[in-house]
C-alpha cells in the first residue's frame, strides 16, 4: 500500500516537516576553549551545556526558519495591547495562527519578537504549538525586526468597504460559477469527439473546484446567518456527487456509495450541508490522485444514537503517516494533496458541522487508509 511519500510528484506534498533543529550542513563552532568530547563532531557539546539548543538552531546561518514551537517555551519581554483579543481567540480556535509570529533563540528558550497579540490569543484558545518564524540575530536587529512588524501593521489600510460588499462580491461569483456550469452541463454530447469531452470535463472541473472554494470562503469569512429547515440528506448527497462526475472521470477514480436504511432527514442549512459534504469529498478524492487504482467508499445512514445523519467516506489505497492525521484540519497547512482550496475547505466543512451541533473527523481506516465521518442532526423530533 503506497505511503504518501511515493506518490508521482517528485516533491512529495505530505512530506514531514523539515527538522532543521538535527541537520549539520556546517560545523557549529562553541565558544574557544571548549573542551572537545569524545565521540562529538566538532563544534557539538553535551545536551546539559550551556546553550546546546542555540548552536542546533544557529546552523552557521542567519536566514530565518519556520517551526512549531511550543508556547511555554516563548518569552515574550514586551509590553503589548492585549485589549479585545476576543474575536482573535475565536479566530484561532477556528482557523489557527495563520502568520507565524516572529521570535529569536536565546539562552535554550525563544525570545517574542513580534505577535505578542497572536502568542496571548492562541494561548487562551487553547493551543499548545504556534508557527514560529525563528531569527537568529543580536539586539539591534530583533528591535528592527519589530519595529517592521509594527509599522506594517500601522500602514495596513483600515476595511473601509461595508460588511455587504464582500457578501455581494462572493455571492455573484457563486452565482457565475453556477451559470457556467449549466452551460457546460448543455453542450455535453455523447456524440462528441473523446478530445472535445476531455476537454470539456477539464473545464467543468476547474469551474466546480472554483465554485467550492469561493463557497468555502463564503462560510469561513463571513459566517451567513443559517436556515433550518429538513433536508433530504440523500438527494442532496446525489447533488453533490453528481458535480464530482468530471473530476471522477478525469482522475478515473471509482466511487462507490451506499444508502443504508433508516438514515433520517437532515436538519439545518442546505448550503452549509452541501459545503460539508462537498469539503469531505474533495478532500479523499485529492488524497487517492495519482494511486494505480484510486476509488473512494461512500455511505449514508443513521448514527448509532438513531437521531442524526451518519456520512462516510473512505479510502483504502494510500496510507495516512500519523504526523499527516494531526494536521488533517489544520488549514494552515497548505502543501497537502489538493494543497490550498482543500484545506479551505476542510476548514468550511468543519466549521458547518460545528455550527449545527455535528462533528467531523479523521479516522484509521480498518484494512488501511483512512475515513472520513461526519455526523449532522437530524429532522426527527424537531
Not at 542567519?62 to 509590553?79: G, H
Not at 456527487?241 to 433508516?262: H, K, N
Not at 487504482?293 to 489505497?317: K, N, T
Amino acid at each position: 500500500m503506497p505511503e504518501f511519500e511515493a506518490r508521482r510528484t517528485s516533491v512529495p506534498p505530505f512530506s514531514p516537516p523539515a527538522r532543521r533543529d538535527h541537520e549539520t550542513d556546517g560545523e557549529l563552532d562553541g565558544p574557544a576553549g571548549a573542551p572537545q568530547r569524545e565521540g562529538l563532531p566538532p563544534g557539538f557539546r553535551m545536551r546539559h551545556d550551556a546553550h546546546y539548543v542555540d548552536q542546533l538552531i544557529a546552523r552557521g546561518t542567519t536566514q530565518p526558519f519556520v517551526r512549531a514551537l511550543p508556547v511555554r517555551d516563548i518569552d515574550s519581554p514586551r509590553a503589548a495591547d492585549l485589549q479585545d483579543l476576543e474575536p482573535l481567540v475565536r479566530s484561532i480556535a477556528s482557523h489557527g495562527v495563520l502568520q507565524p509570529l516572529l521570535v529569536r533563540a536565546r539562552h535554550g528558550r525563544f525570545e517574542l519578537i513580534a505577535g505578542a497579540r497572536r502568542l496571548r490569543a492562541a494561548a487562551l484558545a487553547g493551543l499548545s504549538e504556534v508557527p514560529c518564524l525563528v531569527h537568529t540575530c543580536d539586539e539591534e536587529r530583533a528591535r528592527a525586526l519589530a519595529e517592521a512588524a509594527a509599522l506594517r501593521r500601522a500602514s495596513a489600510p483600515a476595511a473601509r468597504a461595508p460588511r455587504e460588499m464582500p457578501s455581494t462580491a462572493l455571492g455573484e461569483l457563486r452565482r457565475s460559477f453556477g451559470t457556467i456550469a449549466s452551460c457546460l452541463h448543455l453542450m455535453a454530447d455523447r456524440d462528441t469527439p473523446l478530445r472535445d469531452r476531455v476537454a470539456l470535463d477539464l473545464i467543468r472541473t476547474e469551474a466546480h473546484r472554483a465554485h467550492r472554494l469561493v463557497q468555502a470562503i463564503h462560510l469561513l469569512t463571513l459566517d451567513p446567518a443559517r436556515t433550518t429547515a429538513t433536508v433530504s440528506a440523500r438527494a442532496l448527497l446525489a447533488q453533490v456527487l453528481d458535480a464530482f462526475e468530471p473530476e471522477r472521470r478525469l482522475s478515473a477514480t471509482q466511487i462507490s456509495i451506499e444508502y443504508a436504511d433508516g438514515a433520517p432527514e437532515a436538519w439545518g442549512d442546505p448550503e452549509w450541508l452541501a459545503a460539508a459534504l462537498s469539503g469531505s469529498i474533495g478532500a479523499l478524492l485529492a488524497m487517492v490522485h495519482g494511486a494505480k487504482a484510486p476509488a473512494l467508499e461512500a455511505r449514508l445512514g443513521p448514527a448509532a444514537s438513531g437521531a442524526a445523519v451518519r456520512f462516510e467516506i473512505a479510502q483504502r489505497v494510500v496510507t495516512v503517516p500519523e504526523w499527516a492525521v494531526g494536521r488533517f484540519f489544520d488549514p494552515a497547512w497548505t502543501d497537502r494533496p489538493g494543497g490550498y482550496p482543500c484545506a479551505v475547505e476542510l476548514a468550511a466543512a468543519r466549521l458547518a458541522c460545528d455550527r449545527h451541533g455535528g462533528s467531523l473527523e479523521l479516522l484509521a481506516g480498518e484494512r488501511g487508509g483512512c475515513r472520513l465521518v461526519m455526523t449532522w442532526p437530524g429532522a426527527v423530533n424537531r
